[in-house]
């Protein structure tokens, strides 16, 4: 939390209204995004109970599994969620584009676009996470057979689940947590957990403030939870009751009366979603209507690549994700992510004023009036003469850069400003700032028009860098003691007898 | 209030003449969640119906448990006790120990079944404790705990054993249900201490490792997992401690408060709720967004503090200077006001927030 958004915070108290704490989207939003809303049973390992999904507003799926408990139905379940979700994720397996590698030498295809699955809360990606887990690992043959379709479900749930865990990545995404990043409540971040709420807060009806919608949506009665927790009041005196007339009636011999407990059910569990789709879409309009922020194209060609592959590897009949990963590749995962973190944090400052003035409050960046530019000067103390243009900037913001530091401006990413000067002005909290510019002007002795800051130009100036990091080297798995996950080890997709064959087998009861 | 009484009759004086609220390992677990808060030291101290206030005075609480868990509950804790628990014995990896059953049939008392336990702690140390009764002093009244199982350990320790049902896949489990988890099995840590010291045993032969029983996986397998409860248990110390020291936050409380709940001719509490608001008002709090999860007056106490940084969390509250008061935080802000001393290092940070988000936000 950073002083900037504890302040939005209270003044959306003070306001009775959400405060925006960005001026861009930094998530890609999809035009046909799926919308996913699990329901879970109070007690069970995520045992499915209902999910309402689809890609269109007015035309919600809704599949429910009327006996939680029942392994059976379960996977029935997973083979009508797949035959919704495989088609969604394979219609985008259609047109490619060439994207030159290894220093234009070569070309890979990547898909032009993606699926992306948006779920109320971060418990809907656990959900997803689980399911993937509990279905990817099951075998089409044996004791318990399911259709080929349930094992690659899984597969897919994993990958999603896998890459929600990369920051910057947009193809599985929960909307409480988008909104939050884009947005301050007059409430806590736990109370912003709860989609309704939140969603309130930004957008409430006509004529109600938001903070008063927010309150309004906290009863389950209005607002059911965004699951995949149910509301304990609904279970214990709505659903458990209906179904227990749904297994009465199961085990009849009343096929009429079979299906009209199906139904009931189905309409009570539609009943507890409606709500929760609603929001999903209007949360959405919300996200939509802000502009995009400049590198969310580029983040999602990367999520465009990484589906492609994934898509080949499952195409060519990949086997499922291991249970965990060893301790390199967890470790090799780890840096990973902490690189993505990094770029993307660093990234949504350059894209964002707003974010960019957290930066600027810490010191670690300043925006300033151009007064004095020098585009051709030129540096010719060394062998040879360079061009080194060079600029005064007026900034009220505080500097606190040592003459020496290099510098940039996310408008001119590619060109580099060191500190010569820092002076501050007598006069009402100003500072002059000298940079000295190199790079980003072409090889010649002029500076190409356009290249450097001009006088009048408000300009950003930050010492964070989306420089390039060095990935860091870890042992391959050969090398790597069996202490560490190395050797001794096989995919568990080989091993009949670990926890592929296991979990085939695993008691679902 | 009456310097003389007791603190018992003091606590008694403020609930009324109904039956004080039972204290279980879970309520007790609470009482650590928002150990500043005065007003819920001595709500629970005096075992006033906390969720009965709150309704009330309009502030219901939401705090159910689907009927759908419980049931799942009991029965993955029957199975694993099934055949003198057989199966925990097998997951224990323990030499067979013996299996004794305390819970000695339903008309048995709460004190019968509390030295029952005292005697099979002194002579059944191999044993499989079932059903044990237990019991710790809250705010000086005795309050007794069972425990899901007591087993005695091939390393001479007792190990409080606490069976939950929800899952741990693939070696992990949710944290919080987890700490959660832990601080109850610390409660019966604590008492499992006492009741060894009144049997005249070294209280330090209970563990402070628990083990922690649940299903594996998608499955209704069990599977074990040592966890420390040390931390857990210095917490819980400190607030009991604390608890016990009641008196000394009843001396600050004004005269005549009361939070009785008798009922009237209706069924319902026969008391004036806004007398009751008034009252309980009287007593200070401290509300913390982590009330929500844990306190049954949490709507009434968010309501009370709406005007303040602190229904917007710790963190933010950290971020504006520590600062109580939401005007507060926006005049100081704008520069409407001027800061006092220890102001004035989070006013300047506040100014300049402020014009930043004045620039760019349209
Ligand atoms: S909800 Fe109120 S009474 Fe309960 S702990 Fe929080 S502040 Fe104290």
Redesign the pocket.
Same mark, same amino acid.
Do not use: I, P, V
């Given at each position: 939390m950073s002083t900037l958004t504890a302040l939005a915070k209270a003044q959306a108290v003070a306001a009775g209204r959400a405060q925006p704490i960005a001026t861009v989207r930094h998530a890609h939003i999809s035009d046909m995004p799926l919308v996913f809303i699990p329901l879970t049973m109070a007690g069970e390992a995520n045992a499915p109970l209902a999910v309402m999904v689809g890609t269109d507003e007015d035309r919600p799926e809704l599949l429910i599994v009327p006996q939680p408990r029942d392994r059976g139905l379960r996977f029935d379940f997973a083979a009508r969620l797949a035959e919704i979700l495989l088609p969604y994720a394979e219609g985008f397996c259609s047109a490619t584009e060439a994207v030159p590698t290894d220093r234009k030498r070569d070309v890979r295809y990547r898909y032009l676009d993606a699926p992306q699955i948006i779920v109320p809360a971060p418990a809907g990606i656990g959900f997803v996470r689980l399911f993937g887990r509990s279905t990817r690992f099951r075998r089409t043959d044996g004791d318990y057979p399911v259709l080929p379709t349930v094992p690659l479900l899984g597969r897919w749930l994993t990958f999603f689940a896998d890459r929600a865990e990369q920051p910057g990545s947009s193809m599985l995404l929960s909307l409480t947590e988008m909104l939050s990043a884009h947005w301050a409540t007059g409430q806590s971040g736990h109370e912003d957990a709860h989609l309704g709420s939140l969603v309130n807060w930004i957008a409430p009806p006509p004529g109600m403030s938001g903070a008063k919608a927010a309150r309004l949506a906290e009863d389950p009665e209005v607002c059911p939870p965004a699951g995949p927790a149910t509301d304990p009041g609904f279970d214990n005196d709505v659903l458990g009751p209906a179904m227990e007339i749904y297994r009465a009636a199961s085990e009849g011999d009343d096929p009429e009366a079979e299906r009209a407990a199906y139904r009931e059910l189905e309409d009570l569990l539609r009943g507890q979603l409606a709500p929760t789709w609603e929001l999903m879409w209007r949360g959405l309009r919300v996200m939509r209507s802000m502009p995009p922020g400049a590198s969310v194209e580029a983040r999602w060609a990367q999520d465009r690549d990484v589906f492609s592959d994934f898509s080949l590897y499952v195409q060519g009949g990949g086997a499922p994700q291991a249970r965990r990963d060893g301790a390199v590749a967890a470790a090799t995962r780890l840096h990973k992510l902490e690189r993505a973190g990094q770029s993307y944090a660093i990234e949504r400052a350059f894209d964002d004023p707003l974010i960019m003035a957290e930066h600027r409050l810490g010191g670690e960046a300043f925006v300033g009036e151009v007064t004095l530019s020098k585009p051709d000067r030129v540096d010719d103390t060394g062998k040879r003469p360079v061009l080194r243009p060079r600029i005064q900037v007026v900034t009220t913001d505080p500097v606190l850069f040592p003459e020496g530091t290099t510098l940039v401006s996310p408008s001119k990413p590619q060109q580099k400003g060191r500190v010569i000067f820092v002076t501050p002005v007598e006069d009402g909290g100003k500072t002059e700032v000298v940079l000295e510019l190199s790079g980003g002007m072409g090889r010649g002795l002029r500076a190409p028009a356009g290249s450097v800051p001009e006088v009048g130009e408000r300009i950003t100036y930050t010492s964070l860098s989306l420089g390039y990091a060095p990935p860091g080297t870890f042992p391959s798995r050969e090398e790597t003691p069996w202490t560490h996950g190395g050797p001794p080890q096989y995919s568990i997709a080989d091993d009949p007898l670990d926890q592929g064959d296991h979990a085939a087998t695993e008691d679902w009861s | 209030m009456a310097q003389t009484s007791t603190p018992d009759a003091r606590l008694d004086r403020l609930r009324g003449p109904v039956a004080p609220r039972r204290h279980n390992a879970r309520t007790i677990a609470a009482l650590t969640?928002?150990p500043g $808060?005065t #007003? #819920?030291a001595v709500?629970d101290g005096a075992g006033v119906d906390?969720m009965k206030v709150a309704e009330h005075i309009g502030f219901p609480g939401r705090f159910g448990q689907s009927s759908f868990a419980i049931v799942r509950g009991n029965v993955f804790e029957a199975r694993l006790k099934a055949n003198e628990g057989a199966a925990l014995v097998g997951l224990l990896g323990v030499d067979v120990p013996k299996y004794l059953d305390l819970s000695g049939g339903p008309k048995a008392s709460n004190e019968e079944r509390y030295s029952r336990t005292l005697e099979a702690l002194r002579d059944n140390p191999d044993t499989l404790l079932d059903h044990p009764m237990l019991r710790l002093e809250v705010a000086g009244r005795r309050v007794y705990l069972e425990p899901d199982l007591v087993a005695f350990q091939l390393d001479n320790r007792y190990h409080v054993v606490e069976i939950k049902s929800f899952p741990v896949i693939d070696e992990q489990a949710d944290p919080g249900k987890v700490s959660a988890a832990a601080t109850q099995a610390a409660v019966y840590v604590l008492a499992l201490r006492e009741a060894l010291a009144e049997a005249g045993r070294d209280p330090e032969t209970v563990s402070h490792h628990v083990l922690l029983v649940c299903p594996k996986d998608f499955s209704n397998q069990p599977v074990s997992s040592m966890i420390d409860v040390r931390r857990q248990l210095s917490v819980l110390r400190r607030q009991l401690s604390r608890m016990a020291r009641i008196d000394q936050l009843l001396d600050t409380l004004p005269d005549g408060l009361t939070f009785d709940l008798e009922a009237g001719d209706d069924g319902e509490p026969a008391r004036d709720p806004e007398a009751l608001t008034a009252d309980i008002e009287a007593v200070p @709090? #401290?509300? @913390?967004p982590d &009330?929500l999860a844990? $306190?049954?007056?949490?709507f009434? &106490?968010?309501a009370e503090a709406r005007t303040s940084t602190a229904v917007l969390g710790r963190s933010v509250r950290e971020e504006l200077g520590g600062i109580e008061d939401v005007q507060t935080v926006l005049a100081l802000a704008h520069g409407t006001i001027e800061p006092t001393p220890d102001q004035a290092e989070a006013a300047v940070l506040l100014q300049a927030a402020y014009r930043l988000r004045a620039e760019l936000v349209p």
């Open positions: - | 969640g928002n $808060c #007003r #819920r709500l906390k @709090a #401290r509300y @913390a &009330c844990t $306190c049954e007056l949490s009434f &106490c968010r």
